[in-house]
């Protein structure tokens, strides 16, 4: 599961600073990496960011879960 949560903390962190540069830029890294916004590269990479966004989600929900 390491190796899963590096991953995803990865994810996280590209969409992170990509929505950064959007906000700050109006630059969308993502898209200019792969081919434009509707490139099935950069749709796919939106996807992966955003499932990965999704896991991180889980050790929160587990730590408001516990007692104390």
Do not use: C, E, F, H
Request: proline letters at 3%; charged letters at 10%; zero cysteines.
């Amino acid at each position: 599961m390491k190796i899963l949560d590096t991953i995803t903390l990865l994810l996280v962190i590209v969409g992170g600073i990509n929505w950064g540069l959007v906000g700050a830029t109006g630059l969308d890294l993502v898209a200019a990496m792969a081919g434009g916004q509707d490139a099935l590269l950069a749709r796919v990479v939106y996807v992966l960011v955003g499932l990965a966004a999704l896991y991180q989600v889980l050790p929160l929900l587990r730590t408001a879960s516990r007692p104390g």
